[in-house]
């Protein structure tokens, strides 16, 4: 193989005349980090009150968190990109289809809306099954005691639920970092995007992917010791997930 | 003050876990609810605070129909105390902050007050020391303890007990049985599901013994030890006191 390797290549001046090619990798890596921020918090509160409904005994409730995770999770993630981008525009009326597509930053705002609804699905589906994992009393306790439904999920259910699913989560906020480099497809030039731009530019395509490897490995360190320190801050004595 | 007339419950369409139940408990007075397991005991005592629903008859809770459509639940089961098998203590949740949950959300207290309230309760069940423990750092006894104390800290009406001592080692099974036996000499309403014979001979008013759904004998204590009518209360009764 002939390849010229030349790791210097990130010091020096891009062609679009703003900085380096480092400069490149790291607005890349922001916008990156933005998007999966943007996305956890929607999975996470969307994700929250599906878990929630699915954990009712209501009928209705039940069926409609079974829609909507069996919606969001049966679809490819590209292709409900391409859905909410390309395609709900055109279904809306006139007037609402332009303004969608005229927003400043529309890719970014559907990449992390697109991203987290398709990741909500699945921490819906997990705190349910952290919910359904607590002993039937303990509902039965809060209920006993004259707590409302509401205050029995807020200070009784989810606080243990949520501490029960702590690990599968911290896999969930990868994939969400991880998946936000789909967002290519529809002209996000997150850090994935801006590695390419940079192979393109620089034909330098080793070293580009190499950086930006190291950068989202570096991402997901932080976000797993940072889970690790939540799940500790957060373990309780003598219990299960405590020492 | 708790007045159960013609109960009947189904599980799905055919089957029948309570038939036409009727009884009553005074103010002041503790009765006793013994049977075979299966023999809807449990699920008697928990129709009382609508834990459970029930298809026919009627609860009526210190003068408020438990299973009118109209009546405030949460408010009402917040009056009548009730103690699981399993405890249900709050794992997340210091002993202090498992007396105090239902008192500042459901009643409202300040929490000062609610503190107060679940100090001198602790001490009274001898478990001051361990007030700033969680759960799963005491033994079950103690836990027991703290959940009685849980819901005497609501000021209750009256006490549920649903087979308080049948989760526990032999050794802890009188240190909670004190604990009922004070409450009971102090004047307090009681419904007692329990095998615990002594407990029954030695504080109980009335005995009622249930089998397959049906309350076969509701009998005055020394009537029901003396000479129980049913051949079932017979049979059980030689069965658990033959040892």
């Given at each position: ?109 559907t ?43 807020r ?7 949520f ?28 850090l ?36 690790r ?15 | ?7 009947n ?72 105390g ?6 249900e ?63 005497l ?18 050794e ?5 049985l ?66």
């Amino acid at each position: 193989m002939n390849y010229n390797w030349n790791w210097h290549i990130f010091f020096e001046p891009n062609p679009t005349g703003a900085g380096t090619y480092l400069d490149m990798l790291v607005s890349g890596l922001l916008l990156t980090i933005k998007t999966a921020l943007l996305a956890w918090i929607i999975a996470l509160i969307f994700g929250t009150i599906i878990g929630i409904l699915r954990s009712l005994p209501s009928k209705t409730a039940s069926w409609v968190g079974f829609g909507y995770v069996e919606f969001f999770r049966n679809m490819p993630l590209l292709v409900q990109l391409f859905l909410w981008f390309f395609v709900l525009p055109e279904l809306l009326p006139r007037a609402a289809g332009l303004w969608m597509k005229q927003l400043p930053n529309a890719p970014f705002w559907t990449a992390a809306i697109g991203v987290g609804l398709f990741m909500s699905a699945r921490v819906a589906v997990q705190l349910a099954a952290g919910i359904a994992s607590l002993p039937r009393g303990q509902k039965q306790a809060a209920t006993a005691l004259g707590l409302t439904t509401a205050q029995g999920y807020r200070y009784v259910l989810l606080p243990m639920a949520f501490r029960i699913i702590m690990p599968p989560l911290t896999s969930e906020f990868l994939n969400t970092v991880k998946n936000t480099s789909v967002a290519i497809t529809i002209g996000l030039i997150e850090l994935t995007g801006q590695a390419r731009a940079m192979q393109e530019f620089s034909f330098q395509v080793f070293e580009a992917f190499t950086a930006a490897t190291v950068m989202y490995l570096a991402i997901n360190i932080i976000v797993v010791t940072g889970m690790r320190f939540l799940e500790r801050s957060l373990a309780i004595p003598g219990y299960i997930t405590g020492k | 003050m708790i007045e159960i007339s013609h109960v009947n419950k189904w599980y799905g369409p055919t089957f029948q876990v309570l038939k036409d139940c009727t009884t009553s408990v005074a103010k002041g007075e503790v009765v006793v609810v013994c049977g075979p397991s299966g023999s809807g005991k449990s699920t008697l005592i928990k129709c009382v605070n609508a834990l459970e629903p029930f298809q026919e008859g009627q609860i009526i809770l210190d003068g408020i129909k438990v299973n009118d459509p109209k009546t405030d639940l949460p408010k009402l089961r917040a009056r009548v105390g009730m103690v699981f098998q399993h405890f249900e203590l709050f794992p997340h949740l210091r002993i202090i902050e498992n007396l105090c949950l239902a008192q500042e959300k459901v009643l409202g207290r300040s929490h000062g007050e609610a503190v107060a309230k679940g100090e001198k309760l602790l001490e009274r069940v001898g478990l001051t020391v361990q007030a700033n423990k969680y759960p799963a750092e005491l033994s079950g006894g103690q836990q027991q303890r703290v959940a009685i104390a849980r819901a005497l800290a609501m000021d209750p009406i009256a006490m549920l007990f649903d087979e308080p001592t049948s989760a526990l080692d032999p050794e802890m099974i009188s240190e909670v049985l004190d604990v009922m036996v004070d409450l009971a000499h102090e004047g307090m309403t009681m419904m007692v599901v329990t095998h615990e014979m002594g407990f029954a001979s030695k504080v109980a008013n009335r005995v009622i013994f249930m089998d397959r759904g049906e309350i076969v004998e509701d009998a005055l204590k020394t009537d029901f030890f003396g000479s129980p009518r049913s051949e079932r209360a017979q049979k059980f009764l030689s069965k658990i006191l033959s040892h």
